[in-house]
């Protein structure tokens, strides 16, 4: 069973501050996503990596894929309340499958 | 677009019964996925089909669960008989699944509790 383990599970820290989310596995992984969910609501998709060591900066985000593509990282600079939500990174296995194994998650609360 | 859209949004049913849920996918796409999201296990994939077919049906726990698409734009999820322990947030995801796209969009699931 390919598992997506992420770190830390929670997290909560004050408005302004950095912080980085970790999403490490033994499997590699044909590409990976970060989602982001808040309460109520299905996930919703932040970025997708395909290439080892891909950097990908959505505003204040920044998303980098391992070389390997068995990890992946997420760093948020100047954190906001509006960041506070369920972090989760989701990798496909495969080239011809669409089967998406989640991470842990990381449930991050940003503090004004 | 109005999105993935899943029904009902809240269900509460007693343990026995018969559970039906919905999901109408984004039009266009040919991927649809269901999850099942609980506190303890975090998001599971149930079951995708690839243009209407099933690919994968690893994920559905036991035969008390069943899926179908009998058509691109509709799939249903069925429990019989419910547990308790099915209680959880189901969510319907869907893609455009070809070349190098990945990307799933998620409905806004139904939260179903079993007593």
């Known amino acids: ?112 | 677009d109005a999105g993935v859209i899943q029904s009902p949004r809240h269900e509460v049913t007693e343990m026995g019964q018969e559970v039906t849920l919905r999901c109408k996918p984004i039009s266009g796409h040919n991927s649809l996925f269901w999850y099942r999201q609980t506190m303890m296990r975090g998001l599971e994939l149930l079951i995708y089909f690839n243009n209407n077919v099933p690919i994968d049906d690893s994920g559905m726990p036991e035969d008390r669960f069943s899926a179908k698409m009998p058509n691109a734009s509709f799939s249903t999820l069925k429990i019989q008989p419910s547990e308790p322990r099915d209680s959880a947030v189901y969510f319907c995801a869907s893609s455009f699944s070809g070349g190098t796209s990945y990307e799933q969009y998620f409905g806004p699931g139904t939260r179903l509790t079993v007593t």
């Open chain 1, 1 to 112: 069973t390919q598992l997506l383990e992420q770190s830390p599970q929670f997290l909560s820290i004050q408005e302004g501050e950095n912080l980085t989310v970790y999403c490490n596995s033994s499997s590699v992984f044909s590409s990976l996503q970060w989602y982001r969910q808040e309460p109520g609501e299905g996930p919703v998709l932040l970025v997708t990596v395909v290439t080892g060591g891909e950097v990908k900066k959505l505003k204040r985000l920044t998303f980098q894929f391992g070389d390997a593509r068995k990890d992946s990282s997420l760093h948020i600079t100047a954190a906001q309340p509006g960041d506070t939500g369920l972090y989760l990174c989701a990798g496909v296995v495969g080239a011809r499958t669409y089967k998406y194994i989640f991470g842990t998650g990381t449930r991050l609360k940003v503090l004004a």
